[in-house]
Nanobody, 125 residues
Framework: VQLVESGGGLVQPGGSLRLSCAAP????????IGWFRQAPGKEREGVSC????????YYADSAKGRFTISRDNGKNTVSLQMNSLEPEDTAVYYC???????????????????WGQGTQVTVSS
């Protein structure tokens, strides 16, 4: 199982970035896909997750109102649109997938078995 993140970069506070998680080899629709992040010296934390088949999405409090997770039409990718970025959002962002199907998703890292390599997001002026 391979997951490939892209879209990270350097952005000023208040700016936006769109991260993408591609899944060559399996269909994203039937699995929970989670976005997580890890800042230097901090534990990895959940940001948002989606199960497109069931129309289920979930957000961490830090992401509500600023981030939107979605399944991209015509592509086997899940995106995380991040708006109103703050320096505190600086981290390596990962997408992940559990081994099994599920009807709901959570932001507990222990429930995810496959991880991408991560993409760096830096919010700085």
């Amino acid at each position: 199982v391979q997951l490939v993140e892209s879209g990270g970069g350097l952005v000023q506070p208040g700016g936006s970035l769109r991260l993408s998680c591609a899944a060559p080899g399996f269909t994203l629709d039937y699995y929970a896909i989670g976005w997580f992040r890890q800042a230097p010296g901090k534990e990895r934390e959940g940001v948002s997750c989606i199960i497109h088949r069931y129309g289920f999405t979930y957000y961490a409090d830090s992401a509500k109102g600023r981030f939107t997770i979605s399944r991209d039409n015509g592509k086997n990718t899940v995106s995380l649109q991040m708006n109103s970025l703050e320096p505190e959002d600086t981290a390596v962002y990962y997408c992940a997938r559990p081994a099994r199907f599920s009807t709901v998703c959570s932001l507990r890292t222990s429930e995810y078995d496959y991880w991408g390599q991560g993409t760096q997001v830096t919010v700085s002026s």
